[in-house]
C-alpha cells in the first residue's frame, strides 16, 4: 500500500483523485497516469470515507514505485527490509521437504512463532495508515534486536501485511516470543505519539505471537504450512497488551479447510 503524508484539506485542491489506504501501487501509478498533462503534478489524496487521511506527491510515488521494483529483484519487503513472501515460501519449503527427509528417526526439527498486530485495522482508522507503518516499524526494530539470540539459522520473514513469521532452533522460539511481547508493550506505553488516541485513551494494540514446536514436521505441504499461519492469525487474543498463544495443526484438516490454496 502507499505511504501518506498529512496535509491539510485546504491545500489538497478541488480535482486531485482520491483513493483509500489500502490502494496498492500499481493501482496508484494507473490513477495518476491516467490524469490530463495540466493535472499530472496533482498529489494523490488518502482518504477513509470522507475523511482526508493524508497525500501523496508524485515524487513520493514514483520513489516507492521503485522501491517495488527493487524488492521484487531482492524479494524483500519494500517497508520492512526483510525477507518477503516469496524467501518465506522457500524457506518452509526447504524446512518442510527436510524434516520430511528426517521424520522416522531424526530429531525435532526447528520452531516457529507467527506474529502479528492485534487490532491494526482499528488503530490505522484512528491514527491514519503512516503510523500505522511506524507501528509495524517498531516492531521490526524489536523482533530484528531480539531475533539474534536464536541462534545463526534464524530465520525471520515478513509474510504481509502486519504478519511476519520468526524460526529458531528448537527451544528458542518460547523465551524471545515472551520477551517481544513484553518489550512491545513497554516500549508502546512510553511512546504516546504511538498509542494515544485523539481522545487520549491508550490504543488497544499488542501483539499476538502464535508458537508452534516443531513446526515443519507437523505439516507436509507449504498450503498446510499457510493453513496453520491463516489459524494462527485468527486466534482470539482480546483484551489489552500481548499474548504468546501455543498452535498446532488441527487434528481434523478437512473440517478447517486444511490445505486449501493461499
Excluded at 482520491?18 to 496508484?28: D, K, L, Y
Excluded at 494523490?44 to 475523511?51: E, F, K, Q, V
Excluded at 513446526?215 to 486466534?235: I, N, P
Aim: hydrophobic residues 40%; proline residues 6%; aromatic residues 4%.
Amino acid at each position: 500500500s502507499i505511504t501518506s503524508t498529512p496535509s491539510p484539506p485546504a491545500v489538497l485542491g478541488a480535482d486531485a483523485p482520491r483513493v483509500c489506504g489500502s490502494t496498492t501501487i500499481v493501482e496508484a501509478l494507473e490513477i495518476a497516469s491516467a490524469r490530463s498533462d495540466a493535472d499530472a503534478a496533482l498529489p494523490l489524496i488518502i482518504t477513509d470515507g470522507d475523511r482526508v487521511q493524508g497525500i501523496v506527491t508524485i515524487r513520493d510515488l514514483l520513489g516507492t514505485a521503485a522501491q517495488v521494483c527493487l524488492a521484487v529483484q531482492t524479494r524483500t519487503n519494500q517497508t520492512t527490509g526483510l525477507p518477503g513472501r516469496v524467501r518465506c515460501d522457500e524457506q518452509a519449503i526447504e524446512l518442510i521437504e527436510r524434516q520430511a527427509s528426517r521424520r522416522a528417526s531424526g530429531p525435532p526439527g526447528p520452531d516457529v512463532a507467527f506474529i502479528d498486530i492485534k487490532n491494526l485495522a482499528s488503530y490505522n482508522r484512528a491514527f491514519g495508515y503512516e503510523l500505522g507503518d511506524e507501528l509495524i516499524q517498531e516492531l521490526v526494530n524489536q523482533m530484528c534486536a531480539l531475533s539474534g539470540a536464536c541462534g545463526r539459522d534464524a530465520f525471520l520473514g515478513h509474510i504481509g501485511d502486519d504478519r511476519f513469521m520468526l524460526v529458531a532452533s528448537p527451544g528458542r522460539i518460547r523465551s524471545i516470543a515472551s520477551k517481544l511481547g513484553n518489550t512491545f508493550d513497554r516500549r508502546l506505553r512510553h511512546n504516546t505519539r504511538l498509542v494515544l488516541t485523539s481522545a487520549g485513551r491508550p490504543a488497544p494494540v499488542g501483539l499476538r505471537i502464535a508458537v508452534c514446536t516443531d513446526a515443519f514436521s507437523r505439516v507436509k505441504t507449504l498450503e498446510d504450512f499457510y493453513a496453520l499461519e491463516r489459524l494462527a492469525h485468527g486466534q482470539d487474543c482480546e483484551g489489552e497488551g500481548s499474548r504468546t498463544i501455543d498452535i498446532a495443526p488441527p487434528t481434523a484438516p478437512a473440517a478447517w479447510g486444511w490445505g486449501r490454496h493461499v
